[in-house]
T-cell receptor, first 111, second 114 residues
Framework: GENVEQHPSTLSVQEGDSAVIKCTYS??????FPWYKQELGKRPQLIID?????GEKKDQRIAVTLNKTAKHFSLHITETQPEDSAVYFC??????????FGAGTTVTVRA | DSGVTQTPKHLITATGQRVTLRCSPR?????VYWYQQSLDQGLQFLIQ???????AKGNILERFSAQQFPDLHSELNLSSLELGDSALYFC?????????????FGPGTRLTVL
C-alpha cells in the first residue's frame, strides 16, 4: 500500500507568519493529493487538493505544491490567523479507490 | 455541516461486546468510506462501499465488518471489542467510487471500550 509521511508533527507560528507542512509518498502511481483540516473535536474537512498533472494550486492564503519526481508535496499557509490552528492531514491516492493519510500536523498560531 | 450523518455520537461499551455504527451519506453520494482515528495512528482507511457493493478494503480487522444498504446508508459492525478499539470512527461519502472524488466526512462516532 501507499506510505505517506508527514512533517513536522507539530508547528507553532506567530500570527501573520507562514506555515509549511511537507509530505512524501511512496507509490509513484499516486495521482491525487488532498489536504484536510481538522479542528478540535470536529470532522476533517477538505481545504485544497491537487492532481498529478498540476505542479501548484492556490486558494487565497493556501497553496499546495507537488513534485512528482521527488514524490513530495507541501501545504503553504500564508498570513496565518488564529483560526488556522488545527490538525492538518495530507493524503495520497493508491490503487483505484483508496486514500492513505499522513499522521497529521498540529498547527498552533500564536497571537 | 457536510451533509453526512453518523449515529450515535458517543458509545461506551465493555470488552467482548459488539456494536453497530451507522452512517448516512450526503444526498446523491453513492460511495461510503469508513475510517478509524486513534491518537497514535491518525486516520486509517478501513473499507469502502459503492452503491451497495464492497469496493476497497484497507486495514480492517476480521472482527469488523460493514455493509451498505439499498438506501445507501452504511453500518460498521465491530465485534469482540478490545480496549485498543477505542477510537473515533468516521464515515465519509463521495459522489462516485474514484479516489479523486472529494470525500465529505461525517461528525464521527467516539467509541470507548472499557
Amino acid at each position: 500500500g501507499e506510505n505517506v509521511e508527514q512533517h513536522p508533527s507539530t508547528l507553532s507560528v506567530q500570527e501573520g507568519d507562514s506555515a509549511v507542512i511537507k509530505c512524501t509518498y511512496s507509490d509513484s502511481a499516486s495521482n491525487y493529493f488532498p489536504w484536510y483540516k481538522q479542528e478540535l473535536g470536529k470532522r476533517p474537512q477538505l481545504i485544497i487538493d491537487i492532481r498529478s498533472n498540476v505542479g501548484e494550486k492556490k486558494d487565497q492564503r493556501i497553496a499546495v505544491t507537488l513534485n512528482k519526481t521527488a514524490k513530495h508535496f507541501s501545504l503553504h499557509i500564508t498570513e496565518t490567523q488564529p483560526e488556522d490552528s488545527a490538525v492538518y492531514f495530507c493524503a495520497a491516492s493508491w490503487g483505484d479507490y483508496k486514500l492513505s493519510f499522513g499522521a497529521g500536523t498540529t498547527v498552533t498560531v500564536r497571537a | 455541516d457536510s451533509g453526512v450523518t453518523q449515529t450515535p455520537k458517543h458509545l461506551i461499551t465493555a470488552t467482548g461486546q459488539r456494536v453497530t455504527l451507522r452512517c448516512s451519506p450526503r444526498s446523491g453520494d453513492l460511495s461510503v468510506y469508513w475510517y478509524q482515528q486513534s491518537l497514535d495512528q491518525g486516520l486509517q482507511f478501513l473499507i469502502q462501499y459503492y452503491n451497495g457493493e464492497e469496493r476497497a478494503k484497507g486495514n480492517i480487522l476480521e472482527r469488523f465488518s460493514a455493509q451498505q444498504f439499498p438506501d445507501l446508508h452504511s453500518e460498521l459492525n465491530l465485534s469482540s471489542l478490545e480496549l485498543g478499539d477505542s477510537a473515533l470512527y468516521f464515515c465519509a461519502s463521495s459522489v462516485s467510487s474514484g479516489h479523486t472524488d472529494t470525500q465529505y466526512f461525517g461528525p464521527g462516532t467516539r467509541l470507548t471500550v472499557l
